[in-house]
Structures are given as structure tokens and as C-alpha cells.
């Protein structure tokens, strides 16, 4: 069960880019990553997943270091709405769903907040 | 991506009672489909998993007779919260996935707030 560790907070201006690490030392080789974004009384949505390299999309690009051992969301030119909380989730999405996989694990996450 | 959604989107009731929650996948069939429960101000706590056409296997402390979760066919699974008292007061959140391999992940509902008086 990879554990992972993300800042509990950051702050940041409209426009600016977003760099939000996640710490994830003892994941496995089969484990991907993935990212979720949760506003206050919503549930979670999918940003972006990840193996390894870097991966992009339409909201945000993800980095992953060759060890894979840590990940970044980085999130281009932030707007007020971005404000909410961020879920790094490391784990096999396959085989036996008993629960205790990582990647159906929510750890803190991290609560960008974007000012004006 | 995927589309979730939960019914109903806020329940009140009286303590005693039983509520019953819906999770729809409706794009997409559902093999597997996940509840979590969140309080406020903290992250979300994954109660059960279910698998479509068997019964649901419940983390560690859920109590599966409190807890009914039913998942009978692959777009629609229940969470039926039996004898619901203050402290089952929560957001509940479902979410669903479509493929057992790796790399597949889940899509959440937009959750339902739960208030038990």
C-alpha cells in the first residue's frame, strides 16, 4: 500500500502556475497516480493520471521523476475557481478489489487556495 | 470522463429511520462501484466495495449489517444507512469504474449529504 504525502496547503495568485508535489516512496511497480480535485460538498474529479514521464491534458500536466518515487500537478495560469482541495492517490487499479489499495485511499490532500 | 450520479442529493431524517442512497453510472457499466464517507473538513474514508452481482466486502470498523450496500446490476448500486443516528451524519460519496485492469480509474458522484436529526 503505497502512502503518500502532499502539503496540507498552498496559496497562490490568479495566473500564476501551480506546482503541487506528492510524495509517494514506496510505490510499486505496478501502481499508477492519480489526481483529484474536490470542491466543498462535491464529490471528487478526475484532473489527470500517470505511470511515468509526463502526461498532459486540457486542465493540467502531470511529472513524474524516472523513480517514480514522487509526482507534480502542475496546474498553468490558476483562476479563482481552482480553488479547492487536491488528491494525489497512488495505486494498481486491478486485480482483487478488497479495498485496501492504495489508489481508493484519500490521504489529506492539499488545499490551494488562489487570491486575486 | 465518465458520468456518476447520486440520488438523492440531501436527505433529512428523524433518527431511527433508514435512508436509502442511489449510485448511477450512467455512461458506462459499473463492474465495480466504491462508497465513501466523508466529515467535514476531512478527507474521504472508503466504507465498502462493491462488485456487480456479489455481496460487498467492508473496510475494517464499517458495520455491514448498518451499511447495506447492494449492487444488482452494472449501473445502479444502493447504500442503505439502517437505524441512522446523529453520528451517521455525513456526505457520502459513491464512485464507479468500469474495467479491472490497471491504470483504470474511478469516477465519483456528486455525493448526498446525510442529516440526521
Known amino acids: 500500500l503505497a502512502k503518500t504525502t502532499q502539503p496540507i496547503s498552498m496559496d497562490s495568485y490568479e495566473g500564476q502556475e501551480v506546482n503541487i508535489t506528492c510524495s509517494h516512496n514506496?510505490?510499486?511497480?505496478?501502481?499508477?497516480i492519480t489526481w483529484y480535485q474536490q470542491f466543498p460538498s462535491q464529490g471528487p474529479r478526475f484532473i489527470i493520471q500517470g505511470y511515468k514521464t509526463k502526461v498532459t491534458n486540457e486542465v493540467a500536466s502531470l511529472f513524474i521523476p524516472a523513480d517514480r518515487k514522487s509526482s507534480t500537478l502542475s496546474l498553468p495560469r490558476v483562476s479563482l475557481s481552482d480553488t479547492a482541495v487536491y488528491y494525489c492517490l497512488v495505486g494498481d487499479m486491478s486485480g482483487n478489489y478488497g479495498g485496501s489499495q492504495g489508489n481508493l485511499i484519500f490521504g489529506k490532500g492539499t488545499k490551494l487556495s488562489v487570491k486575486p | 470522463g465518465a458520468v456518476v450520479s447520486q440520488h438523492p442529493s440531501r436527505v433529512i431524517c428523524k433518527s431511527g429511520t433508514s435512508v436509502k442512497i442511489e449510485c448511477r453510472s450512467l455512461d458506462f457499466q459499473a463492474t465495480t462501484m466504491f462508497w465513501y464517507r466523508q466529515f467535514p473538513k476531512q478527507s474521504l474514508m472508503l466504507m465498502a466495495t462493491?462488485?456487480?452481482?456479489?455481496?460487498?466486502?467492508?473496510e475494517q470498523g464499517v458495520e455491514k449489517d448498518k451499511f447495506l450496500i447492494n449492487h444488482a446490476s452494472l449501473t445502479l448500486s444502493t447504500l442503505t444507512v439502517t437505524s441512522a443516528h446523529p453520528e451517521d451524519s455525513s456526505f457520502y460519496i459513491c464512485s464507479a469504474r468500469s474495467r479491472p485492469i490497471a491504470g483504470d480509474t474511478q469516477y465519483f458522484g456528486p455525493g448526498t449529504r446525510l442529516t440526521v436529526l
Open positions: 462493491s462488485n456487480e452481482g456479489s455481496k460487498a466486502t467492508y
Open positions: 514506496n510505490i510499486a511497480t505496478n501502481d499508477y
